[in-house]
Nanobody
Framework: QVQLVENGGGLVQAGGSLRLSCAPS????????MGWYRQAPGKARELVAT???????NYADSVKGRFTISRDNAKNTVYLQMNNLKPEDTAGYYC?????????WGQGTQVTVSS
């Protein structure tokens, strides 16, 4: 199993920045892929960004050029740097870890962007 601890959500004005962090209970190098997903009220959960153990990265078109996913093996943490935030980025953000063909989710952290 993998437990995920997320931090970094909050309230920010449009154009501002936030950084989310996700720390898994297992070594990042043992996890196939980690990523961030988000879910707004009344909407389905959607992919934001993913990073594999080989540093293959994928972004949703809506965040390309504004968000950056990265990982720090020394701190065993994955980050999502979010710049130029827009009101439509408002959602609960969830960290996900793919480990041994199973998906594990964090508890989520709220990001609210005011206009």
């Amino acid at each position: 199993q993998v437990q995920l601890v997320e931090n970094g959500g909050g309230l920010v004005q449009a154009g501002g920045s936030l950084r989310l962090s996700c720390a898994p209970s297992r070594s990042i190098s043992s996890i196939s892929a980690m990523g961030w997903y988000r879910q707004a009220p009344g909407k389905a959960r959607e992919l934001v960004a993913t990073i594999t153990r080989f540093d293959n990265i994928n972004y949703a078109d809506s965040v390309k050029g504004r968000f950056t996913i990265s990982r720090d093996n020394a701190k065993n943490t994955v980050y999502l740097q979010m710049n130029n935030l827009k009101p439509e980025d408002t959602a609960g953000y969830y960290c996900r870890a793919d480990y041994r063909n199973r998906a594990y989710w964090g508890q989520g952290t709220q990001v609210t962007v005011s206009s």
